[in-house]
């Protein structure tokens, strides 16, 4: 079973990794569009943070000789399935717009499809999820409680960095200021 959940890290990795170079073309359409990145004081934290995640996933369950637990990792795995899913959705709703750095490309259009018509950060929900799933279903515990103290705060402030940039834009802030940030109800 450790094996088989190793393998599940290794293909997040790969995903992982596609992602990254669909926003560096992104990156690219964005800025022969003439938009450019925003400051982004806690990438460098962000990008810490998901290595820890990867890195304790894949290593803690084998260095302390401990098999996932099926109780607590298929439950884990459903929800992070179900994450997928919704970072899936939200990260084709923004198409160009989505990015690992934080572009002010809002003046573009406000994206208002899919998940944006409830909420503004969907994507962001789907991160949190996944970050606090994924050690679960390896039986990561101490990677779990490490990416907990370091992943919600980090990306809790990426989120107002990024809002400060998006609601500067009248459009976004007219389509999208009022909808609540993760949750629908709240």
Known sequence: MRAAASL???????????ELFWSKRNARRL?????????????????????????????EPWLADRDPLPWLALPALALFLLAQG????????????????????ARA?????GPYRWIRHPNYLAVMVEAATLPLITSA????????????PVLLRRVRDEERVLLA?????AA???????LPWG
Request: proline share 4%; hydrophobic share 55%.
């Open 8 to 18: 599940f890290v290794l293909l997040v990795i790969v995903q992982r990794l596609g």
């Open 31 to 59: 800025a022969a569009r003439g938009f450019e990145p925003a400051a982004d004081p806690v990438f460098g934290w962000m990008v810490l943070a998901h290595a820890i995640l990867i890195a304790g996933c894949l290593a």
């Open 86 to 105: 919704l970072r899936i959705w939200a990260l084709r709703a923004l198409g160009e717009h989505w990015n690992v750095r934080i572009f002010a490309s």
């Open 109 to 113: 259009g406000p994206v208002t499809t």
């Open 141 to 152: 515990w101490l990677t779990w409680v490490v990416v907990q103290l370091v992943h919600t």
């Open 169 to 173: 834009d009248d459009g976004y802030r």
């Open 176 to 182: 999208l200021g009022d909808k609540p940030r993760f």
